[in-house]
């Protein structure tokens, strides 16, 4: 039978997806596997390894290959490999693996008969990758940020400021730490091409959704920026891996794999991207700049489509590449689910209960906000992990502080998406926390706008297949638009909504109301902004 289906496989922060779509009918199927629970050896909580100075976040690359190799085993199993005409991966970002010069060849030589982790324990020049949730290199960043003239100049050139979870930042701090590990580094991954060169079986190329993340390639060019390059660390071009501007192929499958899991050997491995522009693309959001899109997974992000690149000074906001060659723009907010966990979990709730509480209590909670810095923060930077509460927010009140952490965090999206300019009139939610009725009616009245959950929870995972297949089907002659492929798949599918409710956008969006009391206590949580107790109480006069 001809292979017609497509394989996306998401490797997020806490777990392994696979989503395997059939562009004939619409069909979808998904498996995941947790790194906590199925690789406890590893000692990942949450899938990351917290440093005691929380700043610090890792992971042993290795659980990744174990993880890819039992997901692939398991769709052979269930009979679904052979089918399989084109896959794509969608890997959470800014994550780095160091390798060696063996890694080339010692891919090539895998032997079928076993375990992808028993013969490649060798490749890495470094044990551990620093995650997206590290955040230790501010000295890093500020040295970056003096050598290219200034925060205007890094951002103009790479898209974002000098960022601590990037690689660029991640990659001078090793540099400076360890320089023989350094030296001996041949290649350096993002998580996104790391896998992918397992599929393949050698070095792959990395695209610019992934690659303008990293603070070291130039936005205006797609190509890496010599003086990015430059000022992080000596020799890294030709550590880098080459740098793709959209949809491309990255490789056939290996043989390894083809022998392993029974692949058809004329499986196609398009390119891979990070999760979010992968989400971007399964979110059918290419090319949809009106509509924005929050992901409320480990991080929560808040995302839209970018037909072109912005203008004018910025500090805020991260600009990525897109499948279709265009850009995105991204706030990432750290705090995200592990919070609102934090704060479920302190009171003893069932996530029904905290959306009922959600749906119960009055918006605007009379003033009392929460800035939930459970850990250190990306967006505000907050390096110190503090919960800050206002407004006389008793921490043994469960309700307020269910109310107090969901609109923080919704508040804080909304304050700062303002460098998107104009408001959405629609906001599409993915990820875990989607299904959560009453954190969409919170979206949907903070930001007066509708807020509809994604018919397929892991978006990232399906955006990879949607890649795979788009790239795939163009190639025999089939020009079905990024849309209409995300139909076919999400449109059966039952999806929740939340419209905004007058009096309660009110609450949150007049003058003195409970947004520009968040942007107050925001200020002042981070040592920039005045007591913001007085606000407070007018918002009380005039509010409540
Ligand atoms: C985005 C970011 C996170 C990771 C993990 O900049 O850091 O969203 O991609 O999902």
């Known amino acids: 039978m001809k292979p017609e289906t497509f394989l996306g ?3 997020s922060t806490q777990s392994l997806t696979a989503v395997v779509i059939d562009s004939a009918t619409g069909d979808l199927q998904q498996t995941s596997i947790n790194f906590d629970q199925s690789y406890p050896s590893y000692g990942t909580t949450g899938g990351a390894i917290i440093g005691e100075d929380a700043t610090i976040v890792c992971v042993d690359p290795k659980m990744w290959v174990e993880a890819l190799d039992d997901i692939l085993g398991i769709l052979s199993r269930k009979g679904l490999t052979s089918r399989i005409a084109g896959i794509a991966v969608s890997g959470q970002q800014h994550g780095t693996v160091y390798l060696n010069a063996e890694t080339q060849s010692c891919l090539q030589r895998l032997d079928p008969s076993r375990p992808m982790i028993d013969q490649i324990g060798g490749i890495f020049s470094r044990p551990a990758s620093p995650i997206w949730m590290d955040s230790s290199t501010h000295l890093e960043c500020q040295e970056i940020t003096e050598a290219l003239g200034g925060d205007a100049q890094v951002t103009e050139i790479t898209g974002s400021i000098a960022t601590e979870r990037f690689p660029g930042p991640q990659i001078r701090k090793f540099w400076k730490n360890d320089p023989l590990s350094y030296k001996k580094t041949s290649h350096i991954a993002l998580v996104s091409s790391f896998v992918t060169s397992l599929l393949i079986g050698k070095i792959a190329p990395l695209d ?10 130039d936005v205006r060019t797609g190509r890496w920026s010599t003086e990015a390059l430059e000022a992080t660390a000596p020799d890294l071009s030709c550590r880098l891996p080459k740098l793709i501007r959209k949809d491309d192929l990255a490789g056939a499958i290996s043989d390894y794999l083809v022998r392993r899991h029974a692949f058809n050997e004329d499986t196609q491995v398009v390119i891979g991207t990070g999760d979010n522009p992968s989400s971007l693309a399964g979110l059918g959001l290419l090319g949809v700049p009106a509509t924005k899109a929050i992901s409320l997974g480990t991080s929560d992000t808040y995302f839209g489509y970018l037909p072109e690149l912005l203008r004018g000074e910025r500090t805020e906001g991260h600009i990525f590449g897109t499948a279709d060659g265009a850009y995105m723009l991204l706030l990432c907010f750290k705090n995200g689910s592990l919070a609102r966990e934090a704060v479920k979990d302190r009171y003893g709730l069932t996530w029904n209960e905290f959306s009922d509480i959600l749906l119960k209590t009055a918006p605007g909670n009379n003033g009392r906000v929460m800035l939930p810095y459970f850990m250190p923060e990306i967006t505000p930077l907050v390096l110190s992990p ?5 407004g006389g927010l008793e921490e043994g009140d469960a309700a307020s502080n269910v109310r107090a952490v969901s609109e923080g965090q919704i ?22 926390a989607s299904e959560n009725l009453g954190l969409l009616q919170v979206i949907a009245d903070v930001f007066d706008a509708e807020a509809r ?15 795979a297949a788009k790239w795939c089907l163009r190639k025999r002659g089939d020009s079905r638009s990024w849309r209409t492929l995300t139909d076919l798949f999400t449109s059966q599918r039952h999806s929740l909504v939340a419209r905004p409710r007058k009096d309660a956008v009110r609450v949150y969006r007049d003058e003195g109301g409970l947004l520009d009391i968040y942007a107050a206590c925001e200020g002042f949580g981070i040592g920039k902004g005045r007591n913001p107790d007085k606000d407070i109480a007018r918002f009380r006069e005039v509010f409540s």
């Open 9 to 11: 496989l998401d490797l």
């Open 208 to 217: 610019c959704g992934d690659g303008f993340g990293t603070n070291l390639a």
């Open 386 to 390: 503090q919960v800050y509460r206002f």
């Open 411 to 432: 508040m804080a999206m909304a304050h700062h998406s303002r460098v998107f300019g104009k408001k959405p009139d629609t906001i599409l939610v993915t990820a875990g």
């Open 453 to 467: 959950s994604f018919e397929v929870k892991d978006s990232a995972a399906l955006g990879a297949a949607i890649r």
